[in-house]
């Protein structure tokens, strides 16, 4: 893994050209650059990317499909090699993944053989191995309650539906308490109304924990509810930070609110006109 840090590349244009104060920042992407090698060569999905996102904030991502998001997630989360540049939290550089991330990917992966209580208790355990066991199992079941999940804490996971199985995830997620939340496409599977009851979830815990969320979703509707800017890449290769809109609207939001809101087609507009082009 090779970083960059010489000067000479550093003519970064953060995106809109704002300059946020650091102590303000939590994640801070730097030139970052991602290569996978091919049996044709090189194919580089990312350079010159650059983005900066703020301590409690909810970012999501937009572009199109093989743009490279889950690449640039993954990497966030330290579970993809860096090629050239740099990726902070709180001002360290990344070394590989970290209880201060938490993933929640489309298909949650929990151990199917295990309970929801115990799938959630793997992450808690591990992240606070010196509380007592009954410390532990408090925080699980708090986030599956939080989920709305009481009634299921000892089913197990193969006896979920896809909709609780993510539940199942949101809470293992929240329950690690992450300093930054990392999301791909987690409700790109279920159908509207589990989303919708989802996305309410996640944007309460989100705001009572006050961590900083950065979501990739196809959807523009979700994109503009749940955000605070909704960035957007350009096609790759070499995809980078296209356009970044910022979502002015007061939380908390309700959809018919948002809906109703005279701001809402032109933001639509907005990034429907990006990912046109
Ligand atoms: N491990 C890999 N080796 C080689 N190429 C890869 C690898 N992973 C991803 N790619 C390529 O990198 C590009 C970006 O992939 P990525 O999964 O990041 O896109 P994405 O924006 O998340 O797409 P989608 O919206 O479909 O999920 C694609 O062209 C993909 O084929
Ligand atoms: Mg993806």
Redesign the pocket.
């Known amino acids: 893994m090779e970083m960059q840090i010489e000067n000479k590349t550093s003519t970064i244009s953060h995106e809109n050209g704002i300059v946020y104060p650091s102590d303000k920042i939590m994640l801070d992407l730097k030139d970052l650059k991602k290569v996978?090698?091919?049996p044709k060569g090189d194919?580089v999905?990312l350079e010159h990317l650059n983005l900066q996102i703020l301590k409690e904030e909810f970012v999501t991502i937009i572009?199109?499909?093989?743009?490279?998001?889950?690449?640039?997630?993954?990497m966030i989360a330290g579970l993809n090699s860096i090629s050239g540049g740099n990726i902070a939290v709180l001002g360290s550089a990344i070394k590989g993944p970290g209880p201060d991330r938490g993933v929640i990917f489309q298909s949650p992966s929990l151990m199917p053989w295990m309970t929801a209580l115990q799938n959630v208790l793997l992450g808690v355990n591990r992240v606070f191995p010196h509380a007592s066991k009954s410390q532990q199992k408090d925080i699980a079941k708090y986030y599956l309650h939080k989920v709305g999940l009481d009634g299921a804490f000892n089913k197990k996971a193969s006896e979920l539906s896809q909709g609780m199985q993510q539940r199942v995830g949101i809470a293992r997620a929240f329950a690690i308490k992450p300093k930054v939340l990392l999301l791909?496409?987690p409700f790109g599977m279920l159908d509207s109304l589990t989303r919708g009851e989802l996305q309410d979830i996640l944007i309460e815990i989100w705001n009572k924990e006050k961590i900083t969320a950065v979501m990739?979703t196809?959807d523009v509707d979700e994109a503009i509810f749940l955000a605070d800017r909704v960035v957007m890449?350009t096609s790759?290769?070499r995809a980078k930070i296209g356009d970044v809109l910022n979502i002015d609207f007061e939380r908390p939001r309700t959809r018919k609110a948002v809906l109703e809101h005279s701001d809402y087609y032109k933001y639509r507009k907005h990034l429907i006109d990006f990912l046109e082009h």
Do not use: F
């Open positions: 996978y090698p091919t194919y999905v572009g199109h499909s093989g743009c490279g998001k889950t690449t640039m997630l993954s791909d496409e990739i196809h890449m790759g290769p």
